[in-house]
């Protein structure tokens, strides 16, 4: 392999990882975060932390719904897991508002308003869209991002000549320069596989909208046909004429059921509730020992409750949804979570050693010849990386601080934790470029105790302190975020202190 393209494999290594390095680190860090979104929610959420229950009966749960659900032109509910113990209700007051509320299946009484979007709400899409959805931004910014990636991974493979020899080396008491390569070394090489095919399956989830020709081309721009035949979407329009009762909802659950040989329901749909056309949809749970996430569905006439339609996906869609089943890991396999999580924290190391060999490289010569382009680099590592880190930190502590009915500017509670988010993370940037090196410390330091207090809060708030929640099993996802918390705030507190000590406090102090 000759010189000149290993230079330039290394040259488009550098700048991708620079330029999309950011975005990348936000991606990462919130799809690890995601990997245990549920139990996430169950730790924001202290009313949903209940045991572990089947929902008996979807009919007596209607009867306890609100009237204005079944004014609703559709409402749906979405069945318990073990990881997710209540049933949420979601109905839609018009078309610019939808509301859920959670339900506890044992009793079917609604919960009391969660106040919160959650890491199901909040993180979770943060992953793939960055929450800007005009125009599919985010879609398209975390696309780009997931293009970088790969070529980050197959040039990274090509520069690194003894990629072999690298993951067994790690000079942990060398100079900052080689110990920063190392560690970028081993998690690379360490993570490879899972990067490149995570990364390569969440593109592919998205083909409809990267590489639209992939349906456009044999549906002839068809798009109501495409999404009918691959998903089993069914629909018929309202008549605007009263409808008969409904029927039994639990009958059409057990008719899904028996077809799909003890498949358990993920969610039942009904569309123009009251109307003579209305008609209830029944989709099977993907929250099982497969990977494939499947798009089994039944439809009945709400009515009579006769089948309409009925969907079993096709060859190829089956290959699709098991990269999908793949990338998002739904399917109950604990030890195949944490490895997931694992190798998520590992690619978020790799990208922020990737930010800090391209600083401490480049850090002297450009002291010396009056460049600002590592004290530009280093505010953007600094708030891409600590900075994100402590935000998300600051979502979850303004989450228990706050109380139920908290409310500011026309702002609801959920929405103050998200602008408590955005604020932190955006400060961050500021904090970084105008202190330096010496950010980094800072905002360790600020990691370390927004995870304490977090842990403190919600003891104090919920009453689920962390001796109790490891007590009861109902509450182990709880003493589980706990823990994490505070380890996350130990490494932080440490590598401050590390920070301290290699760099002394004059330099830490001073912006360069």
């Not at 007051?93 to 609604?110: E, G, I, N, W």
């Not at 020899?165 to 360490?190: E, Q, W, Y």
């Not at 706050?402 to 988010?421: H, I, K, S, T, Y």
């Amino acid at each position: 392999m000759g010189k000149d393209f290993r230079d330039s494999m290394q040259w488009l290594h550098t700048w991708a990882g620079l330029c999309l390095g950011t975005v990348l680190f936000a991606v990462f860090w919130m799809g690890t975060l995601s990997v245990f979104d549920r139990e996430i929610d169950r730790w924001m959420m202290p009313a949903t932390r209940l045991a572990p229950a089947s929902l008996e009966s979807v009919d007596r749960l209607v009867r306890e719904l609100p009237p204005e659900v079944g004014a609703s032109p559709q409402w749906l509910v979405l069945f318990p897991s073990e990881r997710e113990p209540v049933a949420r209700i979601g109905y839609r007051k018009d078309r610019a508002s939808f509301v859920s509320r959670h339900a506890d299946p044992a009793t079917s009484m609604l919960l009391p308003e969660a106040g919160t979007l959650g890491a199901s709400g909040f993180l979770y899409p943060f992953h793939y869209n960055l929450h800007l959805k005009a125009w599919s931004l985010g879609l398209w910014i975390v696309g780009l991002a997931g293009m970088a990636m790969l070529a980050l991974c197959v040039s990274g493979v090509i520069i690194h000549r003894k990629i072999f020899a690298d993951f067994f080396t790690f000079r942990a008491r060398n100079k900052p320069r080689r110990l920063i390569l190392d560690l970028h070394n081993v998690t690379g090489v360490l993570g490879l596989p899972f990067h490149f095919a995570i990364t390569l399956s969440g593109l592919m989830i998205f083909f409809t909208v990267y590489f639209p020709i992939t349906w456009e081309m044999p549906y002839r721009g068809d798009r109501q046909a495409f999404v009918q035949e691959s998903y089993g979407i069914y629909g018929r329009p309202r008549l605007n004429r009263p409808g008969v009762p409904m029927a039994s909802l639990d009958a059409m659950v057990e008719q899904a059921l028996r077809e799909w040989g003890g498949g358990t329901p993920q969610l039942l749909r009904v569309f123009h509730p009251g109307d003579a056309n209305a008609y209830v949809e029944v989709r099977r749970s993907f929250v099982d020992d497969r990977v494939t996430m499947p798009v089994d569905a039944l439809y009945f006439d709400a009515g009579t409750g006769a089948v309409l339609s009925r969907h079993s996906a096709q060859p190829v869609m089956n290959a699709h949804r098991f990269i999908t089943g793949f990338h998002f890991i739904q399917f109950d396999h604990w030890l195949l979570r944490w490895l997931y999580f694992a190798l998520g924290l590992t690619g978020c190391v790799l990208i922020a050693t990737g930010f800090l060999f391209w600083l401490e490289s480049r850090r002297k010569r450009h002291a010396q010849l009056g460049l600002a382009g590592v004290r530009v680099v280093e505010g953007l590592a600094v708030g891409s990386v600590s900075g994100i880190v402590a935000a998300t930190f600051t979502f979850f502590v303004v989450n228990r601080l706050l109380p139920p009915a908290a409310a500011a500017g026309g702002l609801e509670r959920a929405d103050l934790e998200v602008c408590a988010f955005y604020l932190v993370w955006l400060g961050s940037f500021v904090h970084a470029w105008s202190r330096s090196r010496a950010a980094w410390r800072e905002q360790c330091i600020a990691i370390a105790l927004l995870g304490v207090a977090a842990v403190v809060l919600n003891g104090v708030t919920s009453g689920d302190a962390l001796w109790r929640a490891l007590s009861e099993t109902r509450l182990w996802p709880v003493a589980g975020m706990d823990v994490a918390l505070l380890l996350a705030a130990l490494v932080a507190g440490l590598t401050a202190i590390a920070l301290w000590t290699k760099l002394g406090p004059e330099r830490a102090r001073s912006p360069e």
